[in-house]
Nanobody
Framework: VQLQASGGGLVQPGGSLRLSCAAS????????IGWFRQAPGKEREWVSC????????YYTNSVKGRFTISRDNAKNTVYLQMNSLRPEDTAVYYC??????????????????WGRGTEVTVSS
C-alpha cells in the first residue's frame, strides 16, 4: 500500500509542471487526496486537495488560478497541474490520502497515507 509522487524537476519561472500521485494497493477514489509542499527550512504547507466523492477541489491562496488538481479514478492517479510557476513554489511536493473532513484539509495529521516527495525547483 503506497503512494508515489512524480513529475518534479527544474523549470524556469513562468513554466509548468504536472505532478502525478499514483496509488498501489488501494483505491484512491475512496479518499481525499492532498498535495503538500515543504521548502528548505520551512514547515510542510498544504497546497491543494480534492474530494473523494464529488471531486470538489480546494487550494491555498498562493496557488489559486495557477494550480489545478484533478483525479483519474480509472488510472488510480491524482494530478497537480502547476502553471505560471514562481521561485517561491520551489519545494519538495508530497501527496497524501485520508478520510478528511473539510475543516481539517490543511492539517498534515488528517492524512494517514503519504508518498515520497518529488522535488520542484523553479529557477532561471
Amino acid at each position: 500500500v503506497q503512494l508515489q509522487a512524480s513529475g518534479g524537476g527544474l523549470v524556469q519561472p513562468g513554466g509548468s509542471l504536472r505532478l502525478s500521485c499514483a496509488a498501489s494497493g488501494f483505491t484512491l477514489d475512496y479518499y481525499v487526496i492532498g498535495w503538500f509542499r515543504q521548502a528548505p527550512g520551512k514547515e510542510r504547507e498544504w497546497v491543494s486537495c480534492i474530494g473523494s466523492r464529488d471531486g470538489t477541489s480546494y487550494y491555498t491562496n498562493s496557488v489559486k488560478g495557477r494550480f489545478t488538481i484533478s483525479r483519474d479514478n480509472a488510472k488510480n492517479t491524482v494530478y497537480l497541474q502547476m502553471n505560471s510557476l514562481r521561485p517561491e513554489d520551489t519545494a519538495v511536493y508530497y501527496c497524501a490520502a485520508g478520510q478528511v473532513i473539510v475543516t481539517t484539509i490543511r492539517w498534515p495529521s488528517a492524512y494517514h497515507k503519504w508518498g515520497r516527495g518529488t522535488e520542484v525547483t523553479v529557477s532561471s
